[in-house]
Every structure is written in C-alpha cells, then in structure tokens.
C-alpha cells in the first residue's frame, strides 16, 4: 500500500476507534445474541416479518456469519395478519437460511381450545400456543425484539427475563444486569425471554434499516388503503369482524409503525414512502408506535404488563 493511501480501517495515528452510535447498538445486540448461544441449549427467535424482528435476526446473522444461524425462528400466527407481511415472512427466512417454525391461533379455535373475543381481536390468544410451543420444542431461552422505549412495562424488563415454569413472568425477580453481564440461570420448566433490541429506539430501528438495506414489509411505507376509524384509529377491514354499523370506510393515505393483528394495529395518515421520510416522521412524532397504533395496549392502564404476567411478550 502506498504511503499516500489511508487505510480507511484503521483509525489515524494516536486517535482512538470510536464507535457510531448504530455501530456501538449493533455490537451490544450481537454480543447478547452470541452469549444466548454460549449459554443456552435450545434457544428461538420470535419472528412475525415485522422490522423489530427483522432487525434481530439480521444481527442473527451477523452474529455467526459465515457460519449459519444455529437456532431456528418462530412465528405466533393469529390468523388475523396483514396479507402484506405473511407474504413477506419468508422472504428473510430463506435469505438467512434458517429454519422457520409456525403454530397457529386458528387450530385452537378450531379445536376448541381457545374462544374468539368479543372485540375481535387474538393478540391475547398467542401466549398459549406460544408457550405450548416453548414447552413441545423444549426451548429454554426466546428472543423477543421488544424495545424499552415501546411501552411502560417493556421499560421495566432486562435484557435477560426469567419466566417461571408456567411462562409468566414476574417483575420482582428481575435480576441486577451491572456491566452486561447476563444471568442465563433457571430451574427445570422456566426459560429466559432475551431482548438484544431492549436500549434501541424506533428511530434507531429506522436507521439501522438504512444502513444495512434491509427491505421490509411494503406496509411500513406510505400507500392507499381502505380504513375506518374507531377510538381515533385508522383500522384495516378484514375476516376479524370490522367495520362495524356506523363505521364508514374510506380510502386514505397511511402506513403502519408496527404489525401485529389486523384488529388492534391501526395505520397512521402519512405520505412518508421512503426510508429517509419514516425517519423525519419518527423524529417528529410525540407518541410511541405502541402508544399510536396498537388498540390491545388501551384495554386498562397495565393492559401489556397483565399479558406479559401471563406469559405474553
């Protein structure tokens, strides 16, 4: 190499290598993924296609690259997503080359084991396939891509959760987590939920996706859609029971912040068609996506903490 040229690489003569923000985000996620690995016998990722849990198992990836991804990735399916993302879920999975697992809300209604809710939406009704399959796979460790900055009692978690053999979990046995240093330890039946996305916010989510080009959902962008409103949410119709009489649908310019059941995931007016827009409009917004767009959190005050006791995400 000649003198004239600078090793982009290498920092210049007597400056130290400092990390980027996402740079510094990224290597924490990886390092907790990697210690999951080292620690755990039969961990899983959750993956619904949505950008949180894109994100996780790119960094997945990253984490054992060029090896392959050592843990499979499972998808709680409700039967009331949107089109646009089960389409899509595969895509990633097979990019990756991981194994996907799927169970499904609608076998247990259909055989009875779970009963529709009166408001439509199943949100609630994945904490018991969700942990009938932890238990049928044996799996002792779960990643969640759930953020602190998402919602209250999301705020509350660590990194690493303990959930006790019924998969509830319980906020006063939150474990001290000083220097990153995690503790992985549970007795026969519990498992541990892990968050590597935990000190992320959605702005960060966005520029990650910027800087690692990493395609998402046509939904998390601006486009036209058939919507109504209800308690100030712009929500998609569809087989899960709305509109209702009185709600009038109409054709509006939206996108989603999040994903999740078509019943209680509703749209935001936006025209932000790029990844560049989403990240002016995130910078502008006062709400969290949760906060916005997700009717199963306006239920009661600690509607998400009553699910996660249950053994919910």
Partial sequence: MSAAVTDPLRPAAGRPYVLSHLDHLESEGVHIIREVAGEFERPVLLFSGGKDSVVMLHLAAKAFAPAAVPFP???VDTGHNFPEVLDYRDKPVDHYGVRLLVTSVQDYIDRGELSERADGTR????TVPLLDAIEEYKFDSVFGGGRRDEEKARAKERV?????????WDPRRQRPELWNLYNGKHKPGEHVRV?????????DIWRYIEREQIALPPIYYAHEREVFLRDGM???PGGWGGPKAGERLETRTVRYRTVGDMSCTGAVLSTASTVADVIDEVA???LTERGATRADDRMTEAA???RKREGYF
């Fill in 234 to 236: 712009w929500l998609a």
């Fill in 284 to 286: 502008l917004s006062t």
């Fill in 160 to 168: 690493f959760s303990l959930r006790d053999e019924f998969g509830q």
């Fill in 304 to 306: 998400m903490e009553d």
């Fill in 73 to 75: 990735v499972l998808h």
């Fill in 123 to 126: 949100n609630p009704l994945q």
């Fill in 195 to 203: 968050f590597p996305l935990s000190n992320w916010t959605e702005a």
